[in-house]
């Protein structure tokens, strides 16, 4: 059984940080992509982060230089590194791993408000 587990998330100011982290259980971790995506009230769920099996990684471009993915294939973990962070971040952040097929984690919530 597959399982991706997020925490980390919460309410925080603007300009604050947060780091997310997905515990992965159920896949062989180091040959799957995994990735972060988010979903705010009333829009589609995008990307933030992606880093492949062999390290490369990918973000979007309205988080490029504030936000770090990275994994730790002995721990089966992925994170997600958040800095300056603004309003327009307020999301539901989901864990994913893709090979093949895709599997969600049941996402957590980041809330960016003074």
């Known amino acids: 059984q597959v399982q991706l587990v997020e925490s980390g998330g919460g309410l925080v100011q603007p300009g604050g940080s947060l780091r997310l982290s997905c515990a992965a259980s159920?896949?062989?971790?180091?040959?799957?992509?995994m990735g972060w995506y988010r979903q705010a009230p009333g829009k589609q769920r995008e990307l933030v982060a992606t880093?492949?099996?062999?390290?490369?990684?990918n973000y979007a471009d309205s988080v490029k230089g504030r936000f770090t993915i990275s994994r730790d294939n002995a721990k089966r973990t992925v994170y997600l590194q958040m800095n300056s962070l603004n309003p327009e971040d307020t999301a539901v952040y989901y864990c994913n791993a893709h090979r093949y097929v895709d599997y969600w984690g049941q996402g957590t919530q980041v809330t960016v408000s003074s």
């Open positions: 159920g896949i062989s971790f180091s040959a799957y992509a």
């Open positions: 880093a492949t099996s062999t390290g490369s990684t």
